[in-house]
């Protein structure tokens, strides 16, 4: 039995409708973002062992913050680092219920510093990456005396800019646009009149 071939129009139509549906399944599979909460720029003092672990939170494509995901915290193989207290440099974890994940336990190594903290999330066949940096220091007062110093000078020279470019509207104000010299001031002119001295002997 021969059945009818469907018109040309109508395969055409069942392509489309397929293709786009594929198209939405693989973007639905790549909406995930990471967004870091905590850790991003910190710097650990090594002496201490005081660091600022990395929080991050999981959210879809409609910024809502996914459960239950799986987090990878990927410290680097060698240089300035650090270890999980496994004492290896993966800390797998997973979401809670607001989507946050940490990388508890987290310890600087003995190197001086920056680096970087790779995470990845997966849920449902969704993923996603990110980049945490961060730093090792032995002495953190002097790193932060040192950015400290770094944002003052920023300010000074903003203040001198500002200062000049002040001085500078208020000259233009003051010449009020017009290419002719200002006059200088009229002083009045002032006589003295010395009156008749007469000099006689007592009366």
Request: hydrophobic share 40%; net charge positive.
């Amino acid at each position: 039995m021969l059945y009818p071939r469907k018109p040309l129009a109508g395969r055409l139509a069942s392509t489309l409708v397929l293709f786009t549906l594929m198209t939405a399944l693989t973007a639905a599979a790549q909406d995930l973002k990471i967004v870091t909460l905590q850790g991003e720029g910190a710097v650990n003092d090594i002496k201490s062992k005081t660091v600022t672990e990395p929080v991050v939170e999981v959210r879809d494509s409609r910024e809502l913050p996914v459960a239950d995901a799986e987090v990878v915290f990927q410290l680097p193989a060698m240089g300035p680092g650090g270890m999980f207290p496994d004492r290896g440099r993966v800390l797998t974890t997973r979401t809670n219920g607001q989507g946050q994940a940490a990388a508890a336990g987290l310890l600087p190594n003995n190197e001086t510093g920056r680096f970087n903290i790779k995470v990845t999330a997966g849920s449902s066949g969704r993923t996603a990456s990110a980049i945490i940096a961060q730093s090792n220091s032995r002495d953190l007062g002097a790193s932060v005396r040192s950015a400290n110093r770094s944002k003052s000078r920023k300010w000074k020279i903003l203040a001198v800019v500002g200062g000049a470019a002040v001085a500078g509207g208020v000259y233009a104000a003051t010449r009020g646009g017009s290419s002719a010299p200002t006059p200088p001031p009229v002083v009045p002119a002032i006589s003295v009149t010395t009156g008749p001295v007469t000099v006689g002997g007592p009366h």
